[in-house]
């Protein structure tokens, strides 16, 4: 189990608490904007009064597109601050089998035949092969039970033919496999306010923090819905930058591991083992 808050160039504080306890923080990556630092602090805290953000030197931080800077930055205001406690989904590798989901991987790949974050082509695709590219749920399958309780479904207006909206192409990406693993865990994100910025919240290895989805996805009617896109990377925001952040989890168990020992005895584990089974269950259902 890694730290997100380790490796933090920017780190929040209260003004009225300098050295008190963080209120948040995040690694810098390409493309993070002054703006969208306020961004975040929205986010992840709930504030009674107009507030704005100071840096170390006491200057007023402007809600600007200038690049952010490392560094420390205080929460200026005459109200109160307190820390969002909104549940963030646990949330881990999903791959879902069986025909339904067999259905919603065909129109993600039919609509997207890239990987819509990198764009990189399935060069292959024609010759049957998709091997390295998966079809993403934005919201995850496991979930379906949250979905329905709070009528996400409304927010579609292309039923997949299974007749699950949550199966619909418009809660789908294709993405390279190891980019897949990244946005199920939360680490990259899509922000479709800030033109559909890509935003990494670890460090970048794949050179695409910054980057803007194309337009070819803006112009397809088909593409996901906003809304979804808004709650993935609120999630995101939320488990990489409130407080000292959510616990990645481990994902690799090589043949002969102790799976369920190791969850059990990691971060979370009850909620960790509750998405497990949500994401066996959902595919026999």
Known sequence: MSNRSLGRDIHIYAASDPTGPVLGG?????????????????????????????????????????????????????GSISINDETCLTRTISLGTGTRVASFRNAVRDRDRRCVITGEDAVNADLGSWRGFEAAHIFPLAYLHHWNANNLGSLISIESTDGEFINS???????????????????????????????????????????????????????????????????????????????IFEVDFPPGSDMIGEILSGPKAGERMQYELFSRLVEIT
């Open 169 to 247: 192409v418009q809660n789908g990406m294709l993405l390279r496999s190891d980019i897949h693993v990244l946005f199920d865990g939360y680490e990259v994100s899509i922000n479709p306010d800030d033109g559909y910025k890509i935003v990494c919240f670890l460090r970048d290895s794949k050179g695409i923090a910054g980057k803007h989805l194309d337009e070819r996805f803006r112009g397809d009617p088909r593409r996901p819905v906003d809304d979804l896109l808004r709650w993935h990377f609120r999630q995101a925001v939320l488990a990489n930058v409130r407080s000292v952040g959510e616990p």
């Open 26 to 78: 995040l690694i810098l990556t390409n493309g993070v904007t002054n703006v969208n630092l306020y961004s975040m602090v929205d986010i992840i805290l709930i504030l009674s009064s107009i507030y704005h953000l100071q840096d170390a030197r006491r200057s007023q931080l402007d809600r600007d597109d200038n690049p952010l800077q490392p560094g420390n930055y205080y929460v200026v205001t005459d």
